[in-house]
């Protein structure tokens, strides 16, 4: 069974069962902790925005009319500051001027603010050396957004930015969306726990840890299951507890090795694979499905869904074929094998499993863009399938560079401790000069 797609396709195949995918459920959370969630709700304006013309400079207050003869002078008949009461204004007459703070409400009769830079005061005269138009250094009521109207929308990352509209509407508490539970199971006959002391031929099990970081960073529940040896039994039993969670996981076994069984067993679920590998390095085997809702346990040896294990056939156009089982959102549990490679791991998980966790999590489904920075020092490939190598972006302000870390190959995870991100590299590349624009993707 395989069914390998190139990047661009797998990817708009995981992007489509995404779009599919619902969160758990809804929970009410104070505004200080809503960081990093997705938002559940519509927050809208509960008043003008500004609710009062509001100066966004230092300076006077004038009739803009008045200034068409320079220098002019003008009667201060006082001083606004920001958070005067609305009674505490006045209303201008030609000829006069009013000390204004930022912030401040523009009186009655005022039309532009002057920033006092260009003003010079005399007891309570002011001449002015610049003209100014109507409108100059205040924002009218409600310029910004009017009551009622929506400010952020459901399925929005509660970033700074985020909590602070929330904050200007006076919402301390927010519906956001419960974070989706990912079950991780790493799977290795030679892996053992890092508080275990490995023999020379043993690997401490660091993807568990990895994926674990990367399934909070992008807003969900990690759960981390023990270590699955290479052994059909035990690892059934753990993929069954796995099914338990929103979205499984799984790390190694998934390469062509005689002990490679996270297939077969996760077929023996009635598992539907929509893709067994994608042309990429590293992460080539990486594989993506789904499993019928309710088919916790393994079904027996004769109901093992043998179309499935031929995967499914994939159209061009990247869409799932017509003839997948009209299953709903909630009848299915999705799954990524991903190989074991530590950075295989982590970035068939950013590239694949994210986008799902993403749509898991309600946050609404964004493109996968890659930054470009120029090319430090030239590399020489092989053509054939699309890179994603570790590299490091350095430099500063709009001068920064990028170049390939050395490294071993997939398993080299002491070459990902100077990386800070990969660089892309097309398939049909085998050399990129130093000083070409190349894609990045930030870790
Ligand atoms: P596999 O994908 O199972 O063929 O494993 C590929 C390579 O990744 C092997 O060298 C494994 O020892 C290593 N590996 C697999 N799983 C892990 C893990 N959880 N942590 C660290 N290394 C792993
Ligand atoms: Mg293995």
Redesign the pocket.
């Known amino acids: 069974m395989s069914s390998v797609l190139s990047f661009e396709d797998a990817r708009h195949l995981v992007e489509q069962h995404a779009a599919s995918a619902r969160p758990r459920g809804k929970e009410l959370v104070a505004l200080l902790d809503s960081q990093g969630l997705i938002l559940a709700e519509p927050v809208l304006a509960d008043r003008n925005f500004p609710p009062f013309p509001r100066a966004t400079r230092d300076g006077y207050a004038v009739h803009a009319a008045d200034l068409e003869m320079l220098p002019a002078t003008l009667q201060v008949i006082g001083e606004i500051r920001a958070g005067a009461a609305a009674d505490a204004t006045f209303k201008l007459q030609p000829g006069q001027a009013a000390s204004i703070m930022t912030g401040a409400p523009a009186p009655a009769g005022s039309d532009a603010v002057v920033m006092v830079e260009y003003t010079s005061r005399q007891d309570n005269q002011v001449t002015i050396t610049k003209t100014i138009a109507v409108g100059d250094n205040i924002v009218p009521i409600a310029a910004e957004a009017q009551r009622g109207d929506r400010l952020l929308s459901p399925g929005v990352r509660l970033d700074h930015a985020a909590i602070a509209l929330a904050a200007s509407v006076g919402r301390s508490r927010l519906l956001a969306y419960s974070k989706p539970r990912v079950a991780v199971l790493?799977?290795?006959d030679?892996?053992v726990d890092i508080d275990v002391p490995p023999t020379t031929t043993q690997?401490?099990?660091?993807?568990?840890y990895?994926l674990a970081a990367q399934i909070q960073a992008a807003g969900g529940e990690p759960l981390l299951l023990p270590?699955a040896p290479?052994e059909p039994e035990r690892l059934r039993e753990l993929i069954a507890e796995g099914l338990e969670a929103d979205l499984l996981l799984l790390?190694?076994?998934?390469?062509m090795?005689k002990?490679?069984l996270?297939e077969p067993a996760l077929a023996e679920f009635k598992a539907e694979f929509f893709f067994t590998g994608v042309q990429i390095q590293p992460g080539r085997?990486a594989v993506f499905g789904r499993i019928p809702y309710g088919a916790g346990a393994p079904a027996r040896e004769s109901e093992v869904n043998q179309e499935a294990l031929k995967v499914r056939s994939f159209s061009p156009a990247g869409k799932p074929q017509k003839d997948s089982p009209a299953l709903s959102p909630e009848s299915h549990k999705y799954f990524f094998g991903?190989?074991?490679?530590?950075v295989?791991?982590m970035v068939t998980f950013e590239l694949f499993a994210k986008p799902m966790l993403q749509a898991l999590t309600g946050m609404t489904p964004k493109k996968l863009i890659f930054l470009h920075a120029r090319l430090k020092s030239e590399i020489k490939t092989k053509p054939g399938l699309k890179r994603f190598l570790p590299a490091t972006l350095s430099g500063e302000f709009e001068q920064t560079e990028v170049e390939l870390v050395r490294w071993q190959g997939?398993?080299d995870?002491a070459a990902t401790g100077t990386a800070n991100c990969y660089i892309v590299i097309p398939p049909d590349r085998d050399r990129i000069a130093p000083g070409e624009w190349v894609p990045i993707l930030m870790r």
């Open positions: 790493a799977t290795g030679e892996l690997i401490r099990n660091s993807n568990t990895s270590i290479d790390s190694g076994g998934v390469s090795g002990y490679d996270v085997p991903l190989p074991g490679n530590p295989s791991t997939s398993g995870i």
